[in-house]
């Protein structure tokens, strides 16, 4: 696919790999905040390959493993009521709740049905006027947009059987909180490029000038998030601390303003607990005043469930990288991907998961090109 | 929250009041949204998540960016060969 | 749904006054047989006489039988390339031809839902038919039961087949040996990904077809060749990643590949892509795995190239002794991951 397969390329990636060899003097920890980085990763075998002195830490960036379990009880209990469509994306159907997944709810005779975008949902509201539609409306600030969009069309079409259940997450607070806690280990940060696409850079010039750590805004093909990893070491090497936009044929500094004007519309900033890490104030999204008769927990009257965690679950410390998922006691034994605890193994992009999926073995690595990347 | 990808619009038009295009993802054609980028047209390449175009692809910038890491290829084989003929 | 072609229906007499399917189709009466005589007998028998009866009799050549049987659920039953009826004739020849054994016979097992449209029955038994004389296997005995509206999604057919394994033939996954090339027959992901287009909620377009197909020609001609093939397996559900982790667990033996050997058409690409899939786990209906010792790979490659089914077999990697039950893939950039099975169906996602 154009842009796509061109920033895939193996020989262009082992010059990136050896100018990072090449300009690494010293161990350096870098995170990046988006699932989507560490699926590129991991899939890619990208950590393989880097110096040894170069950790890569897996932050709190899929919104479905940092979607509260909490959140996930009130979606199974609406998606089981009578008379509800429950519509969801892919990914959040396997997440399990306090005593079951929505695949286990269907399987009782919930209706529960992915949708590829929001709108699907909404076009299922107006086909279904007797039934009353859900869209479980997650994500980071890359997918609010297109949640947005579904409520405001809905209200703009006057539908009253369609609602949403909301549980939208921000990036900067999540850095902010990593960055600024005591034990912070992290000495740069990859920023999400399609969140920035969405939101522009500028936001995150404040957390650079404010704690001294480079950010660079990072794409997700291979070459991409090599670039970015390179960026961040040579800035680490430099000791400087900048904001630097490695994806610059998607993301401008301003973003996209359209997208920026309805998130303002349709959504307003609030308090959010993260699955694992805990509450990070102003670090979510809910509906805005003016939408409120949309929201899915007012309507179904689920706002009061309250589910703890996990008292074995030690998500938050993998995600702020303060130890690696095999040094939790529960790791593959209490918890495992058929059966987690935690954010970081509820989904296969978490680190957990990752981890015990691509990590079960020590297996010999071969470069791409012949130069020396030290194991 | 970032699977997205490129694809190019093919087919522009209006539902319900609501911008759209098909777009094509190397020959797989899909419906998306195009109210977040209403400038763009017939050819342009977009970023696509969950239905929704929500970034143009700058085509120069793409380019440079490729030279750049061919010029990094080429930098390397250089210093790798300063590096091999000094003892 | 495009309309029912009915001009291929054998028998002049009329199906009664239905036009869809009612729970008296499925009652053993008269409006059973009028299904069979009128519809299933002259699709899968032509104009031969049948004596209908309880089972069907027919001889086999002395030998092992491979027998097998599937049941075939899929949604939307007609999808780009086929439809459920050449499924369900296709999927079941090609789990007897991996034994090595050539299919001859299959019955058909019907489950309707009340309420169904008699031209789409018509048209699923009709593609049946097809298939099985593409395949040159005979449907010789089935059966009929209709369930309440809302059950069965429309239908849901099982077939089952057999076939005699040929003398000397002994092909499973515990014949894989360390060393043996992994030769895959052609590319990846086409049937899955063309039912996915057209199902609701998905839908995008595509001229991707599924692929389905009958691969025990590929099987003999393979064979013919080299009869020393250790194993085969159609990569039908959880696509080659299972066929790959499936034969690996229960030979005990390690599987390593090459992704960048892995031939996947850009449409499966890209429809991968932007689902968020992986085209290794995608069902393909027309494609098999072989595990060949050193010595026969040449013939074998040859003698599929040589094949409609064929044409594009390469090979992808080998069996190992190290990390036994476990497989292996070096990414394009040189690194290695564990491939795992993936718990349930691949579902498309956003993160």
């Known amino acids: ?8 390329d193996p020989e262009l990636a082992g010059a990136l790999f050896d100018d990072i060899a090449r300009m690494t003097t010293k161990p350096w920890s870098i995170m990046e905040v988006c699932g989507g980085q560490t699926h590129s990763i991991i899939r890619n075998g990208i950590d393989q390959l880097l110096p040894d002195a170069i950790e890569l830490i897996h932050g709190p960036g899929c919104p479905v493993c940092v979607t509260p379990l909490g959140m996930i009880d009130k979606a199974l209990e609406i998606a089981s009521r009578p008379g509800v469509i429950f519509c969801s994306f892919g990914d959040m159907l396997r997440v399990p709740g306090s005593a079951q997944d929505l695949f286990q709810v269907r399987s009782e005779g919930g209706d529960v049905r992915v949708v590829y975008s929001p709108l699907d949902a909404v076009q299922l509201a107006v086909e279904n006027p007797d039934r009353e539609v859900v869209f479980f409306a997650i994500g980071f600030e890359t997918t609010a947009p297109a949640n947005a969009m579904a409520v405001h069309v809905a209200e703009q079409r006057g539908l009253t059987n369609f609602s949403a259940l909301v549980s939208h997450v921000l990036v900067p607070p999540a850095i902010e909180a990593i960055v600024s806690s005591p034990h912070n280990r992290v000495d740069g940060f990859l920023a ?5 696409s969405v939101m522009g850079t500028w936001q995150y010039g404040p957390l650079v000038e404010a704690f001294g750590v480079p950010v660079v805004v990072t794409g997700f093909e291979p070459l991409d998030v090599l670039e970015g990893i390179r960026r961040v070491v040579r800035q680490l090497e430099a000791g400087t601390a900048q904001l630097e936009n490695a994806y610059e044929r998607v993301v401008t500094d301003e973003g996209n303003i359209e997208a920026q004007d309805m998130l303002a519309e349709v959504f307003e900033v609030c308090d959010r607990r993260w699955r694992g890490v805990g509450e990070i104030p102003r670090s979510g999204w809910r509906l805005a005043e003016r939408y409120c008769g949309f929201d899915a ?21 993998v995600l702020q990288g303060l130890i690696k998922p095999h040094e939790c006691p529960a790791f593959g034994t209490e918890c495992t991907p058929r059966h987690p605890l935690g954010a970081t193994m509820v989904s296969s992009e978490g680190a957990c998961a990752a981890y015990y999926h691509y990590r079960r073995l020590d297996l010999p690595v071969e470069a791409a090109r012949t130069s020396d990347v030290s194991r | 929250m970032c699977l997205a990808v490129p694809g190019q619009i093919i087919e522009t038009r ?16 899909k419906d998306i949204c195009l109210a977040y980028l209403p400038d763009l047209g017939v050819g342009d390449y977009a970023i696509v998540h969950v239905g929704f175009a929500i970034s143009k692809i700058d085509e120069a910038s793409a380019l440079e960016t490729l030279e750049m890491f061919r010029e990094l290829g080429v930098l390397d084989d250089e210093l790798a060969l300063d590096e091999a003929s000094d003892p | 749904m495009p309309e029912a072609d009915l001009s291929g229906w054998t028998c002049p007499l009329p199906l009664r006054d239905y036009d869809r399917i009612v729970i008296g189709h499925g009652g053993g009466g008269q409006l059973s047989s009028e299904l069979v005589e009128h519809l299933f007998v002259p699709a899968f028998n032509g104009t031969d006489d049948v004596e209908l009866h309880d089972a069907a009799t027919f001889d086999v050549a002395a030998g092992r039988l491979a027998f097998s049987t599937d049941s075939y659920v899929v949604q939307p039953l007609f999808f780009p390339g086929g439809c459920i009826g050449d499924l369900a004739v296709n999927g079941t020849v090609n789990d007897v031809a ?13 489950i309707l839902e009340e309420g169904l449209e008699l031209g789409v029955l018509g048209r699923v038994v009709e593609a049946m038919a097809a298939a099985a004389r593409a395949a040159d296997v005979r449907i010789v005995t089935g059966d009929t039961k209709v369930v309440n509206a809302g059950q069965a999604d429309g239908m849901y057919v099982n077939t089952a087949g057999i076939g005699v394994v040929p003398e000397g033939i002994d092909i499973r996954p515990s014949c894989a040996r360390p060393g043996d090339a992994i030769i895959l027959s052609g590319p990846i992901g086409a049937h899955g990904i063309a039912v996915m287009s057209s199902r609701e909620g998905l839908e995008f377009g595509t001229d991707l077809e599924s692929d389905s197909a009958p691969l025990h020609g590929l099987v003999a001609a393979m064979l013919d060749a080299f009869a020393d093939v250790h194993v085969l397996r159609d990569a039908t559900r ?9 034969i690996s667990n229960t030979a005990h033996l390690g599987v390593e590949y090459e992704e960048t050997s892995v031939p996947v058409p850009a449409a499966v690409a890209a429809a991968c892509s932007f689902l968020g899939l992986d085209a290794m786990g995608i069902a393909n209906e027309g494609r098999l795995v072989a595990m060949v010792p050193p010595e026969g790979v040449d013939q074998v490659m040859d003698a599929m190239h040589g094949h409609p089914q064929g044409r594009d077999a390469c090979v992808i990697g080998r069996v190992v002794e190290e990390h036994p039950g476990l497989v292996v893939a070096r990414t394009a950039l040189g690194a290695s991951r564990v491939v795992d099975l993936p718990l349930g169906e691949q579902l498309p996602r956003i993160c």
């Open chain 2, 14 to 29: 209006e539902e319900a009041g609501i911008p759209m295009a098909t777009i094509s993802f190397d020959g797989i054609r």
């Open chain 3, 98 to 110: 991996m034994t090595g054994a050539r299919p001859t016979t299959l019955s058909a097992g019907f």
């Open chain 1, 297 to 317: 927990e007012v309507r179904f009257g689920v706002s009061d469930i309250d589910t703890p965690e996990s008292a074995s679950c030690r998500s938050g410390d």
């Open chain 1, 192 to 196: 999400a490029g399609h969140v920035c």
């Open chain 3, 238 to 246: 959880g696509g080659v990643t299972a066929s790959l982790c499936e």
């Open chain 1, 1 to 8: 696919m154009k842009y796509l397969d061109e920033f895939n």
